[in-house]
């Protein structure tokens, strides 16, 4: 261990679980990354991390890479070192944050798979409405688009979320933190087609009804809240129906929506609020992704292109 770890690399990993509310699970992944750093520079540089400079850093990225990392996993190391030197910054540690003028580690990650609109909007009809899951999976669907959230938000969302007359909702996000957003009408139309009939179809279908599907919003015929891997399971079965690739993310939607908000002119700032993204860099990618797509479409059209 290095001489962070028993003081100020322990003070950080209670400040991560205990004052911003993170998973037991992230915050092992950031003792892992921060510690792996640690033994790196005590070892080779002869520097502790807390006291580490822009170069030490470089080196530690330089040597996993050689080592075999894949450029994500080099992004989330070089994103736990951010988060790490910005608290020493901010509790009086550092005078500096070292990592700021380090740039790469996050270009050349691979860019979210990103629908055409046509083709999000057949994912969207795919649901039959002759079942009550069909009815379920159209207003999810519409919700997941509409708002852009991730799958833990969708199916975290409660009854009392909901402000259908002005067509919000409050989200729960990472480190609990909760946000208001708008979404689209024709996600609140369906979800009052759901609410009138299917929700409450669905929880008579079940043997037991968990105490906490009483309150969520979308549920299953097992009397309990849906969870991450239902939605995923669904948005593949709809993606193979309607003939997209194979390789659809329970996140897509939120890439799309994410997106096709720039495609339309959207203020990065403005679309970095709705995500709940903390880091502007985090919704940076999906500005690469548009110029993805412009270079893609120019190759295509333009008689140069070729």
């Known amino acids: 261990m290095t001489r962070d770890g028993p003081t100020l690399l322990d003070d950080f990993l209670y400040h991560l679980r205990f004052e911003r509310g993170l998973s037991p699970l992230t915050v092992v992944a950031y003792e892992s990354d921060l510690g792996q750093a640690g033994e790196f520079l005590v070892e080779e ?4 991390l807390s006291g ?3 170069e030490d850093l470089e080196a530690f990225l330089v040597e996993r890479a050689a080592a075999g990392d894949k450029p994500r996993s080099r992004a989330r190391k070089l994103s736990a070192l951010r988060t790490y030197m910005a608290w020493l910054v901010d509790r009086g540690y550092r005078d500096s944050d070292p990592t700021t ?9 691979a860019l979210p798979v990103v629908l055409k609109v046509e083709e999000v909007e057949r994912l969207l009809a795919a649901p ?80 037991r009804v968990r105490p906490d599907a009483r309150s969520a919003l979308f549920v299953s015929r097992r009397g309990a809240p849906l969870t991450r891997q239902g939605f995923w399971k669904l948005i593949k079965k709809y993606g193979q129906q309607v003939g997209l690739p194979d390789d659809l993310h329970p996140h897509t939607l939120r890439h799309c929506f994410a997106s096709h908000l720039l495609a339309g002119g959207a ?9 709940g993204h903390t880091d502007i860099r985090t919704t940076e990618i999906y500005t690469h992704v548009e110029l993805s797509h412009l270079r893609a479409e120019y190759a295509k059209r333009h008689p140069r292109g070729r």
């Open 52 to 54: 580490c400079d822009r």
């Open 45 to 48: 540089r002869s520097r502790d």
């Open 267 to 275: 203020d990065l700032r403005v679309v970095q609020t709705l995500l």
């Open 101 to 109: 003028r380090i740039v790469g580690a996050r270009m050349d990650q």
């Open 128 to 207: 039959g409405t002759d079942r009550p899951e069909g009815v379920r999976d159209r207003a999810m669907l519409e919700i997941a688009y509409g708002s852009g959230l991730r799958v833990s938000e969708l199916v975290g969302l409660r009854l009392g979320d909901l402000d259908m007359d002005r067509a919000l909702l409050r989200v729960t996000g990472k480190g609990r933190k909760q946000r208001i957003v708008p979404t689209s009408q024709i996600a609140i139309e369906r979800v009052e087609t759901y609410l009138a009939s299917a929700r409450g179809e669905l929880l008579r279908a079940a043997t």
